[in-house]
């Protein structure tokens, strides 16, 4: 099972280890995203040269493709990838509603159409956790309800009641381990909306039925960043100290530093994957759009104070060459480095947390980030 210790404290925010049977976690952690068992365009080799110590897999994906049985029978899913670090498997909850057509919810479960084929799938908190089984991730996720904000206090009360049933039939499942293949950890996750007082109800719902750790879920869709940031800053610090605490897909460099600075310990987040794709780049100077005209004839490196390979050995010239032109290459290279930005950029904070000087180091970086 996992164990978590706190190594360091400053203020809220807080430097620690999670150990797992597949390997030791430094917090504050940045968890690059593996959908599909793949960290887009990277192989697994270079996810560790950037020092990443756990991913993703997504239980909705993966169930569809290649099937949670087949993953299961090639040996599990860090077998199957290659990778021998710690993996999070999400439920599947987030996709279900974002991706995919809604045919009917209740007190069981979901029934939605397939975004491939548009077949019938219906997802449980006891099939997410069958699912999540054959996976063999290192930790599983909860079966929630993520609703898209605004929404009435209405139905965020009656989603966070839906999450606090499915969390408990999540957790009754995951405490069957007739046909288990390996020991797993089992998150419950937060929701409420940008309701406080909801958050803390849900808190304390998820709480006395007992988890290996806790989210803060139903953020980062939709609401402003300061309902956001007041938001993890009221509830985070009332989650258990002695767990560690997830911040679900969130998010771009100052929503981590937020996080971080509430007392948040993990995070992940599809943005340095996705926007190195459409060639949005982040450097310690601000985004970067390579594909603007003006970096056509710059022999710049990307960002000078970054140590990745990309911007060691290629110019803006070359990126936005590699952009225009549609090259894999170009995309292989601006993923490296969001990566390697984002993985740094918590593992600075970190170490600040560690020095007891973490808002000054993250008041410094948000000064020369917003500079442009």
């Not at 050995?313 to 601006?334: C, M």
């Not at 969001?338 to 973490?358: D, P």
């Amino acid at each position: 099972m996992i164990q978590f210790e706190i190594e360091a404290r400053n203020n809220n925010s807080r430097a620690g280890v999670l150990h797992t049977p597949d390997g030791s976690i430094h917090t504050p952690v940045f968890m690059p995203v593996g959908t599909l068992a793949t960290v887009k365009g990277m192989t697994t080799e270079e996810i560790k040269e950037l020092g990443a110590e756990i991913i993703l897999g997504n239980t909705y994906h993966l169930h569809l493709r290649p099937g949670d049985s087949v993953i299961r029978k090639m040996g599990g899913l860090q077998k199957f990838m290659n990778w021998d670090r710690p993996i999070l498997t999400d439920s599947g909850g987030f996709q279900i509603f974002s991706l995919a057509k809604l045919l009917n919810l209740n007190e069981e479960g979901v029934i939605i159409r397939s975004h491939i084929d548009g077949s019938k799938i219906k997802l449980t908190p006891e099939i997410s956790i069958a699912i999540q089984q054959n996976l063999g991730s290192t930790i599983m996720m909860c079966l929630d309800e993520c609703l898209e904000l605004p929404a009435s206090r209405q139905e965020v009360e009656r989603s966070a009641g839906l999450t606090a049933k499915w969390a408990r039939r999540s957790k009754e499942a995951s405490l069957n381990e007739s046909d288990v293949f390996k020991e797993q950890a089992l998150f419950g996750i937060i929701q409420g909306g940008h309701e406080l007082d909801l958050r803390e109800q849900s808190m304390h719902q998820i709480v006395e039925i007992g988890f290996d750790g806790y989210a803060v879920g139903g953020l980062s869709v939709g609401e402003a960043k300061e309902e956001m940031y007041n938001v993890a800053h009221h509830i985070t610090p009332k989650m258990p100290a002695e767990k560690p605490r997830y911040l679900m897909g969130v998010g771009d460099p100052a929503d981590l530093l937020e996080g971080i600075e509430a007392g948040i310990d993990m995070f992940d987040c599809v943005m340095p994957t996705r926007n190195a794709r459409n060639g949005m780049l982040f450097t310690s100077h601000g985004k970067i759009s390579i594909k603007q005209s003006r970096f056509r004839q710059d022999p710049e490196p990307l960002d000078a104070e970054c140590e990745c390979p990309t911007c060691k050995n290629y110019s803006r010239a070359y990126l936005q060459h590699l952009y225009k032109s549609g090259e894999i290459l170009g995309v292989r290279l601006n993923t490296y480095h969001n990566l390697f930005f984002f993985i740094s950029l918590v593992k600075q904070a970190r170490k600040a947390i560690i020095e007891k000087r973490y808002l000054k180091f993250k008041k410094e970086f948000l000064k020369k980030f917003n500079s442009q």
